[in-house]
């Protein structure tokens, strides 16, 4: 038991983030001149496209001031001290040099609608709009034959240079048969791995291309899975969530620009400036939780009082995503805060084990530490006893010990 205890503990108290936020002078010394190298370099080849970035802030009504203090806030994002923030506003200015490939295979396009804005765009929309999107299968007008000689054309010129964004998963099932496209009925499989032969990196966007998402969700039917399931050899950058966040689509792109490189990935190949950080940590309603303040059923006064969803089901503490803290709708707002918990979609397996609206107890699920889960009120009194955590607990510990009382449970 105290074991099980422990990994409880562990898991809801436990530091969520391992990322190095501070290197050290010499390191942001080194980077920053590597970055302007970079810049010079990019800024020295002609433009893919010929949107001009200024002209297009100026058209949506977004002055200099508004636009360096995205570049601030971004910079930040990706974990870089202020001194860069004028090279990401270079860099967000050269996007245009970044060109970029987007297939479509198994999923709902929906991080495809993620880049197409519902509302007007704000800066990481215009970012978007402005780098060589040189090929989407959703997007493009082309089709059939001239679709297929795009692409060609588009790998050829830009070997060993292009960004390949992958959104969907790939069904294996029946050899592949189960997604196919072109008039060759070239499958899934094939067409992802011809495309990512040159490509510099490959980003794999959204939950079904980075784990394979809904489609590989019990029983499979098409044998679903991710890209990094597929694609060896390549650096594959995952951005999963379901839709994954444009500003995360945005801070891989700068990053690439800046530095030439991909980001530091996690163990799931997740950027951690984007995933290092766990939902919980950073909830809106972590103060309720804390407190032992909870929503028990929809609509009650914990509900009218925005407080802890983790009765409801909420999977923020073994999500990590910085949704937030970027949000979605133009940062206006992201699940929990509309009153709906955590789903657990920037994590493997997630409609499986996470997607529902129960108690993680009632789901005897595991946690990622490998910890049995228990109750809250079982966490809390583990938690009153091991450190006496605060008044809150203490008050929710107490409700529970009633509780017991009056159905004659022993509290050993």
Known sequence: MSDKIEAVKKLFTSKSSRVET????????????????????????TPANRLDFSELLEENGIDRREFMKWASATTAMLMLPPMFTPLVADAAVMMNRAPVIWLELQDCAGNSEALLRADGPKIDEIVLDIISLEYHETLQAAAGFQAEKQLDEAMETFKGKYLLFVEGSIPMGMNGQYGT??????????????????????????????????????PNPTGAVGVMNVVKNKPIINIPACPANPANMVGVILHYLLTGQIPELDSLLRPKFAFGYRIHDNCERRAHFDAGEYVEEWGDKGAQNNFCLYKMGCKGPMTFNNCSIVRYNEGINWPIGVGRGCIGCSEPDFWDKYAYERPMADAKIKAPTGGVEKTVDEFGLGMLTAVGIGIGIHAAASAVAGKREKSGESHE
């Open 22 to 45: 501070n290197k050290g002078d010499t390191y942001y010394q080194d980077l920053f001149a590597k970055c302007e190298a970079r810049l010079n370099e990019m800024r020295a080849q």
């Open 181 to 218: 496209i072109g008039a060759a009925g070239e499958t899934f499989h094939d067409h992802l791995m011809r495309c990512s032969e040159n490509a510099a990196a490959i980003v794999a966007v959204g939950a079904c291309a980075t784990f394979g998402g809904i489609p590989a969700a019990s």
